[in-house]
């Protein structure tokens, strides 16, 4: 993993602290440099053991480019609480972060529609086998890549109390503490074409439903 320059006190190095967070979040930001300009999206993605799994349409020129080998590098983050401290300057949040860094490589067709069914049952676990098969034109507009997990990543947790009234130079009658962030999957709501049909068991697994 690489290191922090600025609160390395932060830096976390244990791989299952990273993991930990790669599968609590579905989404994060994949950014590469593309023709000479800054290039950056928001994707989906599944982590598949010691490599991550993101798609996209083949039609998207800019992504055929980055799978064609170009170093990439994603960026997830989960924030956990809000951190109010006796002072604005001091308030802050308390979160997971974390960069991984590499070369993406397109899968070929003999892959591509194991990964992909791999990244919807992480997403929506039992889901692939509630619904049909992909078609042959739905894979073949479907660029399927991995990015690996090697040593090239970086953790950054912070978590805690805010700073005391003390370290912060204030007033000790100011209120300060943490007010926790979560998220939280409300019950499922049909589409109109579907209103009436049973809600699958994968979605009830997901909503607790």
């Given amino acids: 993993m690489g290191g922090l320059n600025r609160h390395p006190e932060y830096g976390v190095a244990d791989r299952a602290a990273l993991d930990a967070l790669l599968d609590s979040q579905w989404h994060g930001v994949l950014s590469t440099v593309v023709e000479g300009g800054p290039w950056a999206v928001p994707m989906l993605y599944a982590r598949d053991g010691d490599r ?16 064609a080998g170009a170093p990439a590098v994603l960026s997830v983050v989960a924030v956990d609480a809000l951190a109010v401290a006796p002072t604005t300057f ?10 991984v860094r590499g070369a993406l490589t397109p899968l070929p067709d003999a892959e591509r529609e194991a990964a992909l069914d791999l990244f919807s049952d992480t997403v929506l676990p039992g889901r692939v086998a509630e619904v ?44 300060s503490g943490l007010v926790p962030v979560r998220t939280v999957l409300d019950a499922p709501r049909a589409a109109p074409w579907a209103e009436g049909l049973p809600v699958p068991p994968s979605v009830r697994r997901l909503t607790g439903g």
């Fill in 90 to 99: 001091e308030s802050s949040l308390n979160y997971r972060s974390a960069t």
């Fill in 132 to 175: 049909r098969r992909s078609s042959r034109k739905e894979l073949a507009a479907t660029l399927a890549m991995t990015l690996p997990i090697g040593d090239d990543w970086l953790l950054k947790v912070t978590d805690g109390w805010p700073a005391t009234p003390a370290e912060a130079d204030a007033d000790p009658g100011v209120w």
């Fill in 52 to 67: 991550l799994v993101l798609h996209g349409s083949t039609g998207a020129g800019a992504l055929r480019l980055v799978a």
